[in-house]
């Protein structure tokens, strides 16, 4: 988060909340908002965007592409301009790039920048600061980048470009869309063809949009699932207007808080429904949520749908780690509706947790049990045993880590408590959904 280092942390405890009835409207996609900016900034002409997310990453992704000779201006309440530079002409950054807490950011301006003739320094908040960059170093130096990193491959950390970039075959070793995308970026620039070859299918939106402003870019799936993705370099990006649909990560907090809260039945409206991004619908639905997919239809390329969801007397299951990838920000708010469920939700294969915005296993573990509910934190994933939907003791303060998704989802955990959960630092939450608490706070009334 860019919050200035004086400005002071903002705690508030979440008392417990009456039904949750209504419509409501999620934000832009973060994900593509992100992607939206880069490769508006890389198109030659006016590229407009509808339905930006305007959060902090997505505010530090639009100053980076700024300080290397983009245009990019807010025209209205998400309506965004981007006037592009071409692909291979990003002009050299005069000062470090603040990337604040954005870890999406960061690997994928890396990519960006791996096959440009510049230089850059990226910076960032201390969470960011502890994030492994080495998934994406070591792939990029293969294309001929070459890093000059703080301990353990972290920020700060200075890229030198490579003009050419070499063209290579990468098989991703850990399930990351941003690793994927950081090669593909930085494939766009160089001259021949980019191989990324993706053994678990994760979110596809750089794909879509690459395909969406011009790239020749092929997916080919074998029948293990397994895919290879072909970009070829040196690529011309025609400038596009793009409708960014809601961000389904975001809708999760309300669709988690209306499936607990005795009595909710909540519309959300514009949820992005992408299949690589629609993990947490299926989970619940499997838990016994009640979640009807209304006025389905496409924006901006993706499926969308608008949600009615009705409170639920939910079950714990064994979630499949298969379903993982497809719901991978979506974990901290699943434990909360799992504390709440009856009987025992068990969770494994989510190691990568470890490496988000904070440990989100060990956070959640002990956000949650200082909440009263039972859980067992196990090396790849939590075991959380539910209260049938009783409310939750409540208490705190619960410790955020500067992670957004830790705060929304101890802040939903809270509307199903006896005494309120206390979260000790709300600011975070302005990195992917400023709108959360005016929102929830106009669905209790
Ligand atoms: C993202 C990919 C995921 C996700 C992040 C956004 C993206 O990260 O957690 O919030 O936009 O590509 P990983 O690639 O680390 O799984």
């Known amino acids: 988060m860019t919050a200035p280092a004086n400005s002071a942390p903002r705690p508030r405890r979440f008392l417990p909340s009456g039904p949750l009835k209504g419509t409501i409207r999620v934000p832009g996609d973060k994900s593509i908002s992100h992607r939206s900016i880069m490769l508006g900034a890389l198109a030659v002409g006016e590229t407009r965007v509808t339905g930006l997310l305007e959060?902090?990453?997505?505010?530090?992704?639009?100053?980076?592409?700024?300080?290397?000779?983009?245009?990019?201006?807010r025209t209205g309440e998400g309506e965004w301009s981007v006037s592009g530079v071409g692909v291979g002409a990003l002009l050299q950054p005069q000062a470090p790039l603040d990337m604040g807490n954005s870890g999406t950011s960061t690997r994928l301006l890396m990519g960006l920048i791996a096959s440009h003739a510049i230089s850059a320094t990226f910076i960032g908040d201390a969470?960011?600061?502890?994030?492994?960059?080495?998934?994406?170093i070591e792939p990029l130096s293969q294309m001929g980048a070459a890093f000059e990193a703080s301990e353990g491959g972290r920020l700060p950390l200075t890229l030198r470009g490579a003009n050419p970039a070499v063209p290579i075959e990468y098989r991703l070793p850990v399930a990351s869309a941003q690793v994927k995308s950081a090669v593909l970026l930085a494939g766009l620039n160089t001259p021949g063809i980019t191989t990324v070859i993706e053994p678990v299918p994760t979110r596809d939106h750089s794909e879509r949009m690459l395909r969406g402003f011009g790239a020749e870019l092929e997916v080919e799936t074998d029948s293990a699932g397994v895919r290879t993705i072909r970009i070829r370099g040196e690529a011309e990006l025609k400038p596009q207007t793009i409708e960014v649909p809601g961000d389904p990560s975001s809708a999760a907090f309300f669709i988690v808080a209306a499936l607990i809260v005795p009595g909710s039945e909540l519309v959300i409206q514009n949820v992005g429904l992408n299949p690589t991004r629609a993990g947490l619908v299926e989970v619940l639905r499997q838990m016994g949520g009640d979640i009807t997919e209304l006025n389905a239809r496409e924006v901006g390329g993706e499926p969308v749908a608008d949600l009615l969801v009705r409170h639920s007397a939910l079950k714990g299951i064994a979630v499949d780690p298969e379903i993982a990838p497809s719901m991978i920000d979506e974990f901290p708010v699943l434990f909360v509706?799992?504390?709440?469920?009856e009987g025992t939700t068990v969770t494994t294969?989510?190691?990568?947790?470890?490496?988000?915005?904070?440990?989100?296993l060990t956070a959640m573990a002990e956000a949650l049990a200082l909440a009263g509910a039972t859980v067992v934190e196990t090396e790849d994933g939590l075991t959380i045993t539910g209260t049938g939907g009783e409310a939750l003791?409540?208490?705190?303060p619960v410790v955020t880590h500067l992670d957004h998704r830790i705060a929304m989802s101890m802040a939903v955990a809270g509307l199903v408590s006896r005494d309120g959960v206390e979260v000790d630092d709300t600011r975070p939450?302005?990195?992917s959904f400023p709108q959360f608490e005016s929102l929830l706070d106009g669905l209790r009334g």
């Open 127 to 136: 969470s960011l600061s502890k994030r492994p960059m080495g998934r994406v």
């Open 393 to 396: 003791r409540g208490g705190g």
């Open 337 to 341: 509706a799992a504390a709440l469920a």
């Open 55 to 73: 959060g902090e990453d997505v505010l530090a992704t639009a100053a980076a592409m700024r300080a290397m000779g983009a245009t990019v201006e």
């Open 349 to 360: 294969g989510l190691d990568e947790l470890r490496v988000k915005e904070s440990d989100r």
């Open 429 to 431: 939450i302005a990195t």
